[in-house]
């Protein structure tokens, strides 16, 4: 476990490392953290995808100005579907997969506003397969992820910002033809995968119905991990 810098179109861009042990090749994962940005939860959870066999980067996108501005430019990125961020998530996958240790298969997972962005990642931009954790699903999702990479997407019925995401993405991905796994854990909430230790965050975490679920996370990280083996397996 290590920290590096990935090369970008506007200089090093730090992020976390997370390796399995041995030699490999092992497959990637992209890991795009929530609002909170690049905290000791990020890790944990790029830790996790290392023990389940994956070698896997976490990059700080609110590393090159003030958070607020970061945070802006994340979202007005993700509306227009272009810009610096998704430049910086193509600048990681490229770097992770010219790692000596690279299989040549690459994954995406996010969570909250990471989860939104990992899911507009999903068609035409190289991964073989988009984690989705309670994120954002977009009013044209049938259209958009026409043609997508295999989507794993994980919900809590208990989350007051996002009723009925996990039907209306079910129902575009079957309509596309996207191979899927969607779930919505009915005692889980928004970002019942992360732990942060942010006071100001479990307030609203709580406000919004969400916070941590240790049952629905432990079933999550095992479909996520299944899925990501079946999907990211060299051929």
């Known amino acids: 476990m290590s920290d590096v810098a990935i090369p970008t179109k506007s200089g090093g861009m730090p992020a976390y490392l997370a390796t399995p ?5 092992f497959p990637g994962v992209v890991v795009i953290h929530d609002v909170v940005g690049m905290s000791p939860d990020v890790r944990v959870q790029a830790d996790w995808l290392a023990s389940e066999g994956f070698a896997a980067v976490a990059p700080d996108f609110f590393h090159w100005g003030h958070k607020v501005t970061c945070i802006r430019t994340v979202f007005a990125n993700m509306r227009a579907r272009r810009g610096r961020v998704f430049d910086d998530v193509e600048s990681t996958r490229s770097w992770l997969l010219g790692q000596p240790a690279s299989s040549g298969q690459t994954g995406v997972i996010g969570y909250c506003m990471g989860g939104g962005f990992a899911l507009l990642l999903a068609p035409a931009h190289g991964f073989a397969a988009s984690s989705v954790n309670y994120g954002q699903v977009p009013k044209d999702a049938e259209e958009y992820l026409k043609g997508a990479c295999p989507i794993v997407g994980s919900f809590g019925a208990r989350d007051r910002t996002l009723k009925g995401a996990a039907a209306k993405l079910q ?29 100001l965050f479990s307030v609203v975490g709580h406000l919004m119905g969400g916070g941590y679920h240790q049952a629905s996370a432990d079933d999550a990280r095992r479909r996520i991990a299944e899925f990501f083996r079946a999907h990211l397996t060299a051929v």
Do not use: T
């Open 171 to 199: 129902v575009a991905l079957e309509r596309d033809g996207i191979p899927h796994d969607v779930k919505e854990y009915p005692d889980a909430g928004h970002s019942f995968l992360n732990q942060h230790e942010s006071v």
């Open 21 to 25: 042990d041995g030699a490999g090749p």
